[in-house]
Nanobody, 119 residues
Framework: QVHVGESGGGLVQAGGSLRLSCVAS????????MGWYRQAPGKQRELVAY????????YADLSTKGRFTISRDNAKNTVYLQMNSLKPEDTAVYYC????????????WGQGTQVTVSS
C-alpha cells in the first residue's frame, strides 16, 4: 500500500509564491520518479514537472520552467514544487504523482491541493 499526500496549496496574489510538498509513504523500496500535475477547471490534467531518483528534471511547459522549481529528498520520499511569480493562469488543483517501477509497481496519486492565484 502506497499513500501519497500533498500540502502547501492556498490562495495567493499574482506575483506571489507558494511551495508545495508531497510525501509518499508505505511499503516502498524505491521510487523511480516523482512529479506534479495540475488540472484547471474545464481542462485536462497536465504535467507540470517531474524529477527522477537521479535528480534529472523535466518541465513540461516553458511558461513554468523559469518560475517553478522541482526538487526531491530521496531519503524522505518527498518532492517539492517551488512556485514563484505566480499568475492567475496557474490556478488549478495540483496533484502529486509517484511512479514506482519495481515493487509495488504503479502510478500513485495524491488527493490534490488547490492553488488559487488572484489578479
Amino acid at each position: 500500500q502506497v499513500h501519497v499526500g500533498e500540502s502547501g496549496g492556498g490562495l495567493v496574489q499574482a506575483g506571489g509564491s507558494l511551495r508545495l510538498s508531497c510525501v509518499a509513504s508505505g511499503s516502498i523500496f524505491s521510487i523511480s520518479r516523482m512529479g506534479w500535475y495540475r488540472q484547471a477547471p474545464g481542462k485536462q490534467r497536465e504535467l507540470v514537472a517531474y524529477i527522477t531518483s537521479g535528480g534529472n528534471t523535466n518541465y513540461a511547459d516553458l511558461s513554468t520552467k523559469g518560475r517553478f522549481t522541482i526538487s526531491r529528498d530521496n531519503a524522505k520520499n518527498t518532492v517539492y514544487l517551488q512556485m514563484n511569480s505566480l499568475k492567475p493562469e496557474d490556478t488549478a488543483v495540483y496533484y502529486c504523482n509517484v511512479r514506482i517501477t519495481d515493487w509495488p509497481k504503479g502510478d500513485y496519486w495524491g488527493q490534490g491541493t488547490q492553488v488559487t492565484v488572484s489578479s
